[in-house]
């Protein structure tokens, strides 16, 4: 059985330009969560999707979004990039948005900002 | 702001000592989740407190949440050096938050 898997692994990208991040949950998992963990710290979390919808969203500006498509996979996009948003982005699948036997991450994406 | 914190922030342990690592909250909390992050990884799930004053065990590992449902615990028993790493608490407050972790050294 496949676990969360992630892509890309690292990527690096300048300063303005716009990032898609994808994830794809262990299979039978509807509910994808993103985070954001920077060096140090632990992860923030920015938004959850279930069956499709949004169901929650942590406290990060506009220009970060998301989707997730009918096979449950979902896409974070990140638009006019900032040093800022340099940090390890984590996706975690679960059965359900509660998360009751936890979350699953994947090995996430490394974006550098530059 | 904070809505989970965890204290210490790092702790250096001979192997064979104890550790502990606690999770605090100012609101009540209907779960917690405790997760284990090895340096250059990602997060893996070890437990989920959901009762008032419930007591979990994994080996060595025992997870406890407080009668009040605000704060919780993580206590490693003879620590090696395969507990190296970052320990989360994770809260579930309408989203779940994350601690700010404690980084767990263990000298051979």
């Known amino acids: 059985d496949a676990g969360v898997t992630q892509s890309p692994t690292h990527l690096i990208k300048t300063r303005g330009q716009q990032v898609t991040l994808r994830c794809s949950p262990i299979?039978?998992?509807?509910?994808v969560s993103w985070y954001q963990q920077v060096l140090g710290q632990g992860p923030q979390f920015i938004f959850q999707?279930?069956?499709?919808?949004?169901?929650g969203r942590g406290n990060f500006p506009d220009r970060f979004s998301a989707r997730q498509f009918p096979n449950y996979s979902s896409e974070l996009n990140v638009n006019a990039l900032l040093l800022g948003d340099s940090a390890l982005y984590l996706c975690?699948?679960?059965?359900?948005?509660?998360?009751?036997?936890?979350?699953?991450f994947g090995s996430g994406t490394r974006l550098t900002v530059v | 702001g904070q809505q989970v914190m965890q204290i210490p922030q790092y702790q250096h342990v001979q192997e064979g000592e104890d550790f502990t690592t606690y999770c605090n909250s100012s609101?009540?909390?209907?779960?917690i989740q405790w997760y284990k992050q090895r340096p250059g990884g990602h997060p893996v799930f070890l437990i989920q407190?959901?009762?008032?004053?419930e007591v979990k065990k994994q080996k060595r590992l025992t997870f406890q949440f407080g009668e009040a449902k605000k704060n919780s615990s993580l206590h490693i028993t003879a620590t090696q050096t395969t507990d190296v790493g970052t320990y989360f608490c994770?809260?579930?407050?309408?989203?779940?938050?994350f601690g700010t972790g404690t980084s767990l050294t263990v000298i051979p």
């Open positions: 975690a699948s679960s059965l359900y948005p509660i998360g009751n036997y936890g979350y699953t």
């Open positions: 299979s039978g998992h509807k509910s």
């Open positions: 999707y279930y069956e499709k919808e949004e169901r």
């Open positions: 609101t009540t909390l209907s779960n």
């Open positions: 407190l959901v009762k008032s004053g």
């Open positions: 994770a809260a579930y407050l309408n989203q779940f938050y």
